[in-house]
């Protein structure tokens, strides 16, 4: 069983940055897809942001050009950046590995709080 454990998250006014992370229990490196979701009150979860296998990434239009998503498989963690957050960015955010093997695991969630 892999764990994902998120990290980073906290309170923060408008225009401000955070940096998340989340560390796997196991080599990242033969994950397909990794990547960052998030989930606000009486929302659906939804994707914020993911890199695949060959790094190549995607991100949700509300997020392009102020969200970063990065890696480091040396260390088994991967990131995301976030400058210019918004009210709208407040969330819990969730880090998911979809393995080559296609399991999928899911951290437990790093509060994100926008607010002045």
């Known amino acids: 069983q892999v764990r994902l454990v998120e990290s980073g998250g906290g309170s923060v006014q408008p225009g401000g940055s955070l940096r998340l992370s989340c560390a796997a229990s196991?080599?990242?490196?033969?994950?397909?897809?990794m990547g960052w979701y998030r989930q606000a009150p009486g929302k659906l979860r939804e994707m914020v942001a993911v890199?695949?296998?060959?790094?190549?990434?995607n991100y949700a239009d509300s997020v392009k050009g102020r969200f970063t998503i990065s890696r480091s498989i040396a260390k088994n963690t991967v990131y995301l950046q976030m400058n210019s957050l918004k009210f709208d960015d407040t969330a819990v955010y969730y880090c998911?590995?979809?393995?080559?093997?296609?399991?999928?695991?899911w951290g437990q969630g790093t509060q994100v709080t926008v607010s002045s």
């Open positions: 998911n590995a979809l393995y080559t093997d296609l399991n999928s695991y």
């Open positions: 890199i695949t296998n060959g790094g190549s990434t």
């Open positions: 196991e080599s990242i490196f033969s994950v397909n897809v």
